[in-house]
């Protein structure tokens, strides 16, 4: 039996809060596209009429298909070339859900994203729905299964392991703007030492090109290697253009609330390095050009007016 429209509409309703919740739990745009649907089929599949809070019941279907796709994720990225960063998700995307609060803010940002794979799914699942949606703890345990106490428990040890490696600052888009317009001035001199200025001492950058974009292997650190990197990737070659495929353009947005410098060749993102910033300077440079990871930056792109490049790449 087919639903009806207002059973439709109940649930698009709840789509983009249940989009939100997928995307900080799997860290992936795509995935949480494709358990949402799942979702909507369990909604289509079941018995609307008997189901008396249809809100709690998409949480609890979607959650545990989040925890199926974790524990499946984990295996794959066992076998992952490289290193594994989410997804990024452009300003504005609705897929970064709620951002009234700063822990709202902070849950969706790339760095809280990253330390998250840390977590095991349940205290991801938990620490998701409290931090960032507000979820009570009732509902949690009615959710997963468990005893609010349980609950309570899981989730100060996840914002223990989340806290231990957090210490950035929020930006404006005027700040993220000057804020990638002052590492690119740096980068772009030939010179180490302006870039090595606005990185902390512990510095690390880190790629994602998922064996089908050169990176580097594995995350190196320091402010002096980060920046003699950056300073290699940002320095016009013949040689970068052709395994590019052309010269990419440059420029200023956020993504996940951090500055984020966007790289688009012929209308499509190849790149978005993501920097996290501290007190006391840039502490992380995360560099996603897996082209798996990028078509949802793709389309956000092509829909938004994002003004004049900043400068052309090689």
Known sequence: MGLTAVEVERF??????????????LGSASEAEDVVQETFLRW????VSRI?????????????LCLNQLASARVRRETYVGQWLPEPLLAEDPMLGPADTAEQRESVSYAVLTLMERLSPNERAVYVLREAFEYPYREIAEILGISEASGQKIFQRAARHIADGTARIEVSRDEAR?????????????RVEPLV??????????GDGGGKVPARAKAFEGAVAVATF?????KPSAAKRALAGGSPEVYATTANGDPAIVAVLDESVVGVLCLEVTAEGI?????????DKLARATERWAADDNGEPLLTLF
């Not at 698009?12 to 739990?25: G, T």
């Not at 000057?178 to 030939?190: K, N, Q, S």
């Not at 950056?230 to 940002?234: A, P, W």
């Open 178 to 190: 000057r804020i990638v317009e002052e590492f690119l001035t740096a980068a772009t001199t030939g």
């Open 12 to 25: 698009e309703a709840s789509r983009a809060r249940l989009a939100a919740i997928a995307y900080r739990m």
């Open 44 to 47: 289509q599949a079941a018995d």
């Open 197 to 206: 200025r606005l990185l902390t001492a512990d510095a690390m950058g880190i």
């Open 283 to 291: 502490a992380a440079i995360r560099n996603q050009v897996n082209p």
């Open 52 to 64: 008396e809070v249809p809100e709690a019941w998409l949480t609890k279907v979607l959650t545990n």
């Open 230 to 234: 950056f300073r290699g990737l940002f």
